[in-house]
C-alpha cells in the first residue's frame, strides 16, 4: 500500500481489513481481541472479509479450549450470513487454504447439491491424483467426499488409488471398503496386483477389506493368488482371514 492509498478511504478500509485478519490469525492474541476481530469481519459481511474470517479455522490458538470455543462459534455464525456471500468465500478461501475441513463443513450446511459440487468439482481439479508437497488438503477433500451419498464418490475415489501419496492411496483404499460398491472391486483388484505398490500395509487392508466384504473374486484369481500372504488364505472363490 502506497503512502497516499494510507489516507483514502479505501486505504483505511483495506488496512482495518488486514489488521483484523491478521488477529484473527494470531495464536497469541488475546482470546477476546481475536473475537473483536471476528465480530468486525462479519460485520462487514463481504467476501474478502469472509475469506479472512476463515482463515481462523487454519491456526490453533495457543489455549485449547478457547481454540475450540472459538472455531465453534465462527462456525454457528457463518451459518447465519447469506448465502451468496458464505459460498464464493468459501470456494476461494478452500482453493487457498491447506486446512479445509471446518468451511466444506459450512459449504455441507448451506449449500444445495448442485451448489456443493460446484465447490467440490473444483477442488478436485486443484487436487488431483499427482504429487503435492502437502497432501493434507486433498485428504481434507477426501474425508469430506466420502461422507457424501452419491453415486459418483466412489469413482472418484478409485482415481486416488494412483496417487503418488501412499497416505492418499491408503485412505483411497479404506474409503472405498467402506462405502462397498461393487464396482469399486476392479480397481481395488488392480490396485492390489500393481507391481509399483510397495506399500505392504496397503496390500494387506485390501485383502482383509474384501475377506471382511465377502466379496467374490474368482475372476481376478491369478491376481489375489500372488498377493496372499501369511494373514490370509484364499480357496479360489473367497478371501478368508487367518
Known amino acids: 500500500m502506497g503512502f497516499k492509498d494510507l489516507f483514502s478511504s479505501a486505504g483505511r478500509s483495506k488496512s482495518k481489513l488486514d489488521k483484523h485478519i491478521k488477529t484473527v490469525q494470531n495464536q497469541y492474541a488475546q482470546s477476546a481481541d481475536r473475537y473483536y476481530a471476528m465480530e468486525q469481519l462479519l460485520e462487514l459481511a463481504e467476501i474478502p472479509a469472509i475469506v479472512g474470517l476463515m482463515k481462523r479455522f487454519t491456526m490453533n490458538a495457543s489455549k485449547s479450549i478457547e481454540d475450540e470455543e472459538e472455531k465453534g462459534w465462527l462456525y454457528k455464525r457463518l451459518l447465519g450470513l447469506p448465502v451468496d456471500t458464505v459460498l464464493p468465500a468459501a470456494k476461494e478461501f478452500c482453493l487457498q487454504s491447506d486446512n479445509i475441513a471446518w468451511v466444506l463443513r459450512v459449504v455441507e450446511e448451506l449449500a444445495s447439491k448442485q451448489q456443493e459440487w460446484d465447490i467440490l468439482d473444483a477442488l478436485l481439479a486443484h487436487h ?111 478371501i478368508k482371514e487367518r
Not at 140 to 149: N, R, V
Not at 155 to 169: T, W
Not at 190 to 202: F, I, K, T
Request: hydrophobic content about 40%.
Open 128 to 238: 488431483p491424483p499427482g504429487y503435492e508437497r502437502d497432501p493434507s488438503a486433498k485428504l481434507q477433500l477426501l474425508t469430506h467426499l466420502q461422507e457424501i451419498d452419491d453415486e459418483r464418490v466412489p469413482d472418484i475415489l478409485a482415481g486416488y488409488l494412483e496417487d503418488p501419496d501412499e497416505g492418499v492411496r491408503f485412505f483411497a483404499v479404506e474409503a472405498l471398503l467402506d462405502i462397498a460398491e461393487p464396482r469399486s472391486l476392479g480397481p481395488l483388484i488392480a490396485r492390489l496386483g500393481n507391481p509399483a505398490e510397495d506399500s505392504l500395509r496397503l496390500r494387506t487392508r485390501i485383502l482383509t477389506g474384501l475377506a471382511r466384504l465377502g466379496w467374490d473374486v474368482s475372476a481376478h484369481r491369478d491376481v489375489v493368488s500372488k498377493a496372499i500372504g501369511n494373514d490370509h488364505t484364499f480357496d479360489g472363490t473367497h
